[in-house]
Structures are given as C-alpha cells and as structure tokens.
C-alpha cells in the first residue's frame, strides 16, 4: 500500500507562488510515476503535471507550462509541485498520485493512478 501525504497549499495572491510537497511512504517509490491533478469547485479532477519514476521526463497541461514545474527526490520520497505566477483560476484541491507503469511516459488521466493523496487546497485571489 502506498500513503501519499501532500502539503504546502495555502492563499496567495495573483502573481504569487507557492510549492507543493507530496510525500510517500514506500520503498518503491523511485519505481513510481507520479502526477499532479486538481479539482475545482464544479468542476472534474484534471490533468495538471506528471513525471516518470527517473525524474528524467514531465509533462504538462498547456494552461500551466511555463508557470509551473514538477519536480522529485527519490531519496526523500517527495515529489514537488513548484507553481509560479500563480492566477485565481489556479484556485483548486491540488492532489497527488502514484502509479506503477511499463510505459515509457506516465497516464495523464485520473484514472490510471493507483494512489492519491488527501489533497491540498491552493486559494489565489486577485
């Protein structure tokens, strides 16, 4: 069983930043995949950033690149969410999941992660 633990959500204003933490209680997690979705209010869980069990590739939704980036340390079991230029329509549950794939990239789609976290909320204001 894999027990994902995120942190560092908050209230920001427009423009500001903040960095997500998730961490995980495994020993395989350097095996993992790992994603980062949100879900606002209304609205469907959503793709945010993702990155392979190496940390060599990560992907992202158009809206985000450029702002934000995903990060890990497998020595430390973290993955990391660094958000920059944060906008109020940022505003959501941030959550984070871990999948165990043969895949040469990781799932982009809620669906195909195994684990999620409790999530963290990110408020932006304007």
């Known amino acids: 069983q894999v027990h994902l633990v995120e942190s560092g959500g908050g209230l920001v204003q427009a423009g500001g930043s903040l960095r997500l933490s998730c961490e995980a209680s495994?020993?395989?997690?350097?095996?993992?995949?790992m994603g980062w979705f949100r879900q606002a209010p209304g609205k469907e869980r959503a793709f945010v950033a993702a990155?392979?069990?190496?940390?060599?590739?990560?992907y992202y939704t158009d809206s985000v690149k450029g702002r934000f980036t995903i990060s890990r340390d497998n020595a430390r079991r973290t993955v990391y969410l660094q958000m920059n230029s944060l906008e109020p329509e940022d505003t959501a549950v941030y959550y984070c999941?871990?999948?165990?794939?043969?895949?040469?990239?990781?799932?982009?789609?809620?669906?195909?992660?195994?684990?999620w976290g409790q999530g963290t909320q990110v408020t932006v204001s304007s």
């Open positions: 999941a871990a999948v165990a794939t043969d895949y040469r990239s990781p799932p982009l789609a809620p669906p195909f992660y195994s684990y």
């Open positions: 495994t020993r395989i997690f350097s095996s993992l995949d």
């Open positions: 990155i392979t069990w190496s940390g060599s590739n990560s």
